[in-house]
């Protein structure tokens, strides 16, 4: 057990991501005192404090820096390990995200210390943290242990639950004004590529779309029963390499990590390294012509049928109840 947890607070398209409360909620089982410190970077990011202390954060840090603004490895680095080499937690999680993905390994190896990533699941055996993490592309779990030193890991989105969101509550903030030199990255211009404003990784709903979509119009019926659902577009690789839409929307082996509460795939074979990125999702329908597909073994739900005749009605009806 530790004392002294810290959970970096990520920030993008100017919110904070909601793995960043999941990780607050992890954070909190593996402290003995329940005391979590966030850490928030960046310039005026202190209007997000507030939603920290909502969901659980007890403390947070800010290191204010015109080049934390955005994303840089360097910088961020940088103001971390002066946040870490002054604070000294015990441990400290980031979200399984791509930042995450790259700032984490960074202060690992700077600190020479561990790092487990892709956690799905974290809980106290014997006064100790069991961490469990999917390997082979998700068809196994195993479970890791960290014997010495800071406990530092990435969250993978939407598994960990976070704790309801309090608006009594409220915490301590400490400002620091990290020495910030030397760095390489110069940010031109940020290139959004998502097809809905929903975020794929951390979407409740995806609708992923394969090369049985056949166009890139064949994406808008996907796209129409999304909005109607609040709901993420993705697709196969098998869509992305037709170019019917870009590769930022990729679920799988080489692509995006998912793991909504209801994944509907459409015209999607179910091909292993698609499989991979998915697997982990609560509740899967397909929709597919084929009635051997391999995806419909996978599936909770299958529809065999055209889904260019299933989606609209689909659509319509999902209308009815949501609206
Ligand atoms: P297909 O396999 O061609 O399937 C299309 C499906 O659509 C079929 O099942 C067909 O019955 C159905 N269909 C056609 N028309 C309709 C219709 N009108 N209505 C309903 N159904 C219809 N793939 C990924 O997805 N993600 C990855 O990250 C990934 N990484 C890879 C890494 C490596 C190293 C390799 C070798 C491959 C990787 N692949 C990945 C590719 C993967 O092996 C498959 O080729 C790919 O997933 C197939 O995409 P698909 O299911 O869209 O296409």
Same mark, same amino acid.
């Given at each position: ?118 956690? !799905?699941? +974290? ?5 100790? &943290?069991?961490?469990? #993490?999917?390997?082979? *592309?998700?068809?196994? %779990? ?55 404003? !929903?975020? +794929? ?5 995806? &609708?992923?779309?394969? #090369?049985?979509?056949? *166009?890139?119009?064949? %994406? ?64 899967? &329908? ?38």
């Amino acid at each position: 057990m530790s004392q002294n947890m810290f959970v970096l607070a990520e920030i993008r398209h100017g919110a904070l991501r909601h793995v960043s409360f999941e990780a607050i909620a992890a954070a909190k089982k593996l402290t003995t005192s329940g005391k979590v410190t966030a850490v928030l970077l960046g310039e005026k990011v202190e209007r997000f404090t507030e939603l920290l202390f909502q969901y659980g954060a007890d403390r947070v840090i800010i290191a204010e820096h015109p080049d934390l603004d955005a994303y840089r490895p360097e910088a961020y680095k940088q103001a971390l390990l002066q946040i870490i080499e002054e604070e000294r937690p015990d441990g400290f999680l980031f979200a399984h995200t791509s930042q995450g993905r790259d700032l984490a390994p960074r202060i690992a190896a700077s600190l020479k210390s561990g790092l487990i990533s892709d956690v !799905v699941k +974290l809980e106290l055996v014997d006064d100790r &943290v069991v961490f469990t #993490r999917p390997i082979y *592309s998700g068809k196994a %779990f195993e479970e890791k242990i960290i014997e010495e030193g800071m406990i530092m890991a990435t969250i993978r989105p939407n598994n960990i639950q976070a704790a309801e969101s309090d608006p009594s509550r409220s915490g301590e903030i400490k400002t620091v004004y990290p020495d910030i030199k030397d760095f390489h990255t110069t940010i031109k211009d940020i290139v959004e590529k998502t097809t809905s404003g !929903v975020d +794929l990784t951390e979407a409740n709903i995806v &609708v992923a779309g394969g #090369r049985g979509v056949k *166009s890139k119009d064949g %994406f808008h019926p996907l796209q129409e029963l999304a909005d109607v659902l609040g709901a993420a577009v993705g697709a196969s690789r098998g869509a992305c390499d037709a170019d019917y839409c870009d590769y930022s929307l990729q679920i799988g082996q080489t692509g995006k990590v998912v793991t909504p509460d209801l994944y509907i795939a459409c015209g999607i074979s179910g091909a292993i390294q698609h499989v991979a990125g998915m697997s982990n999702s609560k509740v899967i &329908v397909a929709i597919n012509k084929d009635p051997e597909a391999p995806i419909f073994s996978i599936a909770d739900y299958g529809i065999v049928g055209d889904l260019f005749e299933v989606l609209p009605v689909l659509t319509e009806e999902c209308r009815k109840v949501v609206t």
